[in-house]
């Protein structure tokens, strides 16, 4: 796999989206592949603390086939790729200043390594290669 840097913009906040943006970053940074995690707009209402995962997602064709048919949470995917390959997620400053959230006290554990800026991740993501979901 190439080891150019891959860099996910998660802005959906479509159960069906953020399962996606999990497989992929998972399986990237599992494969030795360096990754970084961007979360914003509606997307980060699914990395809300204390939500149940029958709680953070909806929406997209899918979502009700994910739920029967027990697929992994995307939440718990996200942790599987920071646990097991090189992987940082980024929380959007603007979006949190916009709820009056902390990152570290409003998200999910252990997940981000804290907030981040549109211009700076753009300007990293001239590394490597950037998709958007």
Request: charged letters at 25%; aromatic letters at 10%; hydrophobic letters at 45%.
């Amino acid at each position: 796999m190439s080891s150019k840097p891959l860099y996910v913009m998660l802005c959906s906040g479509e159960h069906e989206k953020i399962q996606l943006a999990a497989m992929v970053a998972s399986v990237a940074a599992v494969s030795d592949r360096p990754v970084e995690v961007f979360v914003t707009m509606n997307a980060i209402l699914a990395f809300q603390r204390g939500k149940s995962p029958a709680e953070r997602y909806y929406g997209g064709h899918f979502h009700e086939m994910f739920k029967t048919q027990n697929v992994p949470d995307a939440v718990e995917l996200f942790g599987q790729g920071k646990m097991l390959g090189e992987m940082k997620m980024w929380v959007c400053s603007m979006v949190l200043d916009i709820k009056h959230w902390e990152w570290d006290k409003d998200l999910t554990e252990d997940l981000f390594d804290g907030p981040l800026g549109l211009t700076k991740f753009l300007a990293d993501a001239e590394n490597g290669e950037l998709i958007t979901i």
